[in-house]
């Protein structure tokens, strides 16, 4: 639950900080991967996150820039993420320029819904986080370097002179 802004703030500079790394390694090939045939693309869920950022956030009466929510997947990786940056640094200006602690308390609507705002941005947080999981998966299939979010990845742990733990 975020009780200010400056709360929130925060998680979303770390949180969007490893998303941009995640789209950092994406290759344009990379992005037609997919883990079956009926399943969303590597770039598509790329780009789905840049496009809920405003698609969410404007639904509160913020003016969120970034690619609208039916917008045509790039087929170029700098794309995807520079339409996510805009739209992550978007958020960011218009929360601190337009609300205050107290309205993060403050109702909308949503999805047939009401909604706390700091329920919003947490749902728009833990939203990133699950496709970020999935876009691992897909990276690792397209067999990029999955960079540590959380702690270092298989990758990583020769780069700091460790041994890999075993399983």
Excluded at 75 to 96: C, H, K, P, R, T
Excluded at 145 to 154: A, V
Aim: avoid cysteine; hydrophobic fraction near 35%; charged fraction near 30%.
């Amino acid at each position: 639950m975020y009780l200010t802004i400056k709360q929130f703030v925060d998680d979303w500079k770390n949180s969007s900080d490893a998303t941009r790394k995640l789209m950092g390694v994406l290759t344009d090939q990379s992005l037609n991967q997919k883990v079956a045939e009926e399943h969303r693309t590597l770039g598509r869920i790329a780009w789905h996150l840049a496009t809920t950022i405003p698609e969410m956030a404007n639904r509160t009466g913020l003016n969120v820039k970034g690619p609208q929510e039916d917008a045509l997947i790039p087929n170029i990786a700098f794309e995807i993420m520079d339409g996510y940056d805009v739209a992550a640094n978007s958020l960011l200006e218009q929360i601190m320029e337009n609300w205050t602690d107290g309205d993060l308390q403050l109702e909308d609507e949503m999805y047939g819904e009401k909604w706390r705002r700091e329920f919003t941005l947490r749902v728009l947080r833990e939203h990133e986080i699950h496709h970020r999981g999935q876009m691992t998966v897909l990276m690792r299939q397209a067999g990029l370097e999955i960079p540590g979010l959380y702690g270092p990845s298989k990758e990583e742990w020769t780069k700091f002179g460790m041994e890999e733990p075993k399983i």
